[in-house]
């Protein structure tokens, strides 16, 4: 069975940290492009971060030197560090899986097997 998970999201004052988590089953993490997207309410969802197979890493400028997208291959599991978080950043978290030749951040079209999200908020 084809699965995501997310995990690690939560709640945290400006300027703090967090890691989340996204365990796959089903597939390799390591055979596709796999992203990070976020969607705040009232917003589209907007890439945050990508890894490639051959381990090329693209980022928001939005979140450029504040986070950092890795995985852990035996773990089969995509990670993504957050620090210096801003208010601006509070929105759902979903990893996914590029399709053949798709890794890009500007569209979430091509990617599939999303997960059910993980909530990051940060206060002010």
């Known amino acids: 069975q084809v699965q995501s998970v997310e995990s690690g999201g939560g709640s945290v004052q400006a300027g703090g940290s967090l890691r989340l988590s996204c365990a796959a089953s089903?597939?390799?993490?390591?055979?596709?492009?796999m992203a990070w997207f976020r969607q705040a309410p009232g917003k589209e969802r907007e890439g945050v971060a990508a890894i490639q197979s051959d381990g090329r890493i693209m980022s928001a400028d939005s979140v450029k030197g504040r986070f950092t997208i890795s995985r852990d291959n035996a773990k089969n599991t995509l990670y993504l560090q957050m620090n210096s978080l801003k208010p601006e950043d509070t929105a759902m978290y979903y990893c996914?899986?590029?399709?053949?030749?798709?890794?890009?951040?500007?569209?979430?079209?091509?990617?599939?097997?999303w997960g059910q999200g993980t909530q990051v908020t940060v206060s002010s």
């Open positions: 089903g597939y390799s993490v390591s055979n596709y492009c």
């Open positions: 996914a899986r590029g399709e053949l030749y798709v890794c890009y951040l500007h569209s979430a079209l091509g990617y599939n097997d």
